[in-house]
């Protein structure tokens, strides 16, 4: 069974996690995000859980953090600048593999930019924000449907793999209404809890340790310094350093495959369009109005850890064109995993790519 | 056991007062949470076997904030310094203070940036030297414990690490009182401050703060009569105890 809707995409935003069981969320206000904030705190007290407005977006991520440890599944809402604010903390959160779930709905950069306009300005900023050596993952929704659908999974994902998961949105999707289909429950992957006299960093063949939840006898310490298999820290030995940063890395790098979640049109197409988030919707229309077999699409739901081996399905492909709300961040990604030439199409200044324009470009590669 | 500390370091004492207090509570080790930030002070939880978040610089009261609205039922005691809570984490110990959230903030003061080799803190005093105050410091310090007072905190005092009884009955009456309570632990700090401000070792460093410390009564006493309050002395007692509305208290 499922209920019908007709949702403002922040709104699925916020009933997609409480759906997948969210009972956290620390935030700050800033625009177009604050609709998500705004359900939150309407919202999670009737279901027993906690909302805290905090004083920025620094205290907002470590709330979220800490009550990731009590073994709540927690989450923030931002936009660009506030998530700039909160990259060292999603850099301890990675570090100590924490589970969280940070909404970002991009609005034009740089700086305080427009905040009211669409854009997929932080594509790379989620990507290699924080410093180090660093993997994360990051869903795209492309509908208001999508968020519903993203938000809840990218908490299974970030159980899963223990890594701060994002849902890389922008205001066109989060602002705007659309029919949106409710299903009465979603599906739930819980973190796996630490096995009791396991070592609670050393993991075991995907990478990934069992979670030692504060308050159950555990005795964990949690350090973002560099750290051993028992969690303490070790921060002059170069072989420690170099096992858990490729363990934190090749945890989701190597789990590409099983992440990968993307749509694939016209296989057989010359012209291939990749897209993400809501370009992908003026994409979906253009092969549509086009009518060609030799004109196809690759959408991507996950976005991060990159899809790679998703191109190689297009084998007639003669260029891949990947209309973008920046100036070709993820045309970048696509260029580095293939020979076929990559051809950025961006748009800046928050309106989305017409279908037509899209067309247009297209048919310039027939 | 081996640690960071170096030789003649206050924080070891502060620590164990603050261990012996919650001794005195009778809570049991995986209902206590130790939370801290960056700094020589903040490496306090990596000796303790609870639960414990070494977090990032200026963050452990946001992150023990997260911990303890999602579950009240556990204890969240915070290990934090000078320049960790009152310069980065200014933002966070005030909003903390206000929301009345229920924390034990416990603040090793020492005047200075330890971990990084002696740089001058919110809290250096005027006049003294620190390496980047090498001509003498010229900016006027804070009053972590009235500030916590004026941000709204429940309770408030502050020792040194020379009054290791009273240090004690401080946090232990902090994690007695429902809402946010901070302990303001002065502590010597003879390689990164005393021996650049002429007290090279541990002990003159322990005989200078007993000997500036003056009794909340006398002080106020002081106060009364309009005398005037010596600048290179310091009030140490209770500041505050009270009962204002606060924020993440188990329900009974």
């Not at chain 1, 209920?3 to 625009?31: D, H, K, M, S, V």
């Not at chain 1, 968020?147 to 999707?173: G, H, Q, W």
């Not at chain 2, 960071?4 to 207090?21: E, H, K, M, S, W």
């Not at chain 2, 639960?51 to 934090?80: E, M, N, Q, Y």
Request: net charge negative; aromatic share 8%.
């Amino acid at each position: 069974m499922t209920r019908l809707e007709f949702w403002q995409g922040n709104t699925a935003c916020a009933e997609g996690a409480l759906a997948a069981g969210c009972r956290f969320f620390g935030g700050y206000p800033i625009t177009p995000s604050t609709e998500v904030a705004e359900h939150m705190a309407r919202r999670l007290p009737k279901v027993g859980g906690v909302f805290v407005q905090m004083e920025d977006e620094l205290a907002s991520i470590a709330s979220v953090i800490g009550a990731s440890w009590t073994g709540k599944r927690s989450m923030t809402a931002t936009s660009g600048p506030g998530f700039s604010l909160m990259m060292e903390n999603l850099g301890y959160a990675i570090m100590t593999e924490t589970p969280c779930v940070v909404v970002n709905v991009q609005r034009g950069g740089p700086s305080t930019g427009q905040p009211t306009r669409a854009s997929q300005g932080d594509m790379m900023q989620c990507r290699f924000g924080s410093h180090g050596d660093i993997a994360v993952i990051a869903v795209s929704p492309g509908s208001v449907q999508e968020m519903y659908e993203l938000t809840a999974k990218a908490f299974n994902l970030s159980d899963r793999y223990r890594v701060p998961t994002f849902v890389m949105t922008d205001e066109i999707i989060a602002h705007m209404r659309e029919r949106i289909e409710v299903p009465d429950a979603v599906e739930i992957v819980e973190r796996r809890p630490l096995e009791k006299g396991a070592l609670p960093f050393a993991a075991g063949e995907d990478g990934v340790p069992g979670f030692p939840t504060f308050g159950q006898g555990y005795g964990v310490h949690v350090t973002g310094l560099t750290h051993d298999e028992r969690g303490y820290p070790s921060s002059t030995d170069p072989e420690v350093h170099d096992r858990l940063v490729r363990r934190l890395v090749g945890k989701v790098e190597g789990a590409r495959r099983e992440m990968a979640d993307y749509e694939v049109t016209n296989p057989d197409a010359e012209v291939v369009f990749v897209s993400y988030g809501s370009p992908g919707r003026s994409v979906k229309q253009a092969v549509r109005d086009m009518d060609d077999e030799r004109v196809g699409s690759l959408r991507l739901r996950v976005v991060w850890p990159f899809p790679d081996f998703a191109l190689q399905e297009f084998t007639n492909a003669r260029v891949f064109l990947v209309p973008e709300l920046n100036l070709g961040q993820i045309a970048r990604e696509v260029a580095s995993h293939t020979a076929v030439p990559v051809v950025p199409v961006p748009e800046l200044g928050g309106e989305l790519h017409t279908p037509a324009r899209l067309a247009k470009t297209a048919e310039e590669y027939l | 056991m081996p640690h960071i500390y170096c030789t003649g370091c206050g924080n070891g004492t502060v620590i164990n007062c603050t261990l012996n207090a919650v001794n005195q509570m009778g809570w049991e080790p995986e209902d206590t949470v130790f939370i801290s930030g960056i700094g020589c002070s903040s490496r306090a939880p990596g000796y303790i076997v609870t639960d414990s978040l070494h977090t990032t610089h200026g963050r452990a009261i946001p992150f023990a904030t997260g911990v303890k609205l999602s579950r009240p039922d556990l204890h969240v005691v915070v290990f934090t310094g000078d320049g960790d809570m009152a310069a980065i984490g200014g933002n966070h110990f005030i909003h903390a203070c206000r929301r009345n959230i229920d924390l034990t903030v416990v603040c090793m003061n020492n005047y200075i940036y330890g971990m990084t080799g002696g740089q001058g803190s919110p809290c250096t005093p005027l006049g003294a030297i620190s390496t980047t105050t090498p001509y003498g410091c010229h900016e006027a310090p804070f009053d972590l414990a009235s500030l916590a007072v004026a941000a709204g905190a429940n309770y408030v005092s502050r020792w040194t690490s020379y009054h290791v009884k009273e240090l004690t009955r401080a946090v232990q009456a902090g994690l007695e009182t429902p809402g946010f309570s901070l302990v303001e632990a002065l502590v010597q700090c003879p390689t990164g401050y005393g021996r650049r401000n002429k007290l090279r070792d541990a002990h003159s460093m322990i005989l200078w703060m007993r000997d500036h410390a003056v009794l909340m009564k006398k002080w106020k006493q002081m106060e009364a009569e309009g005398r005037p309050l010596p600048a290179d002395k310091f009030p140490v007692g209770e500041f505050v105890r009270r009962n204002r509305p606060a924020m993440g208290v188990p329900e009974e």
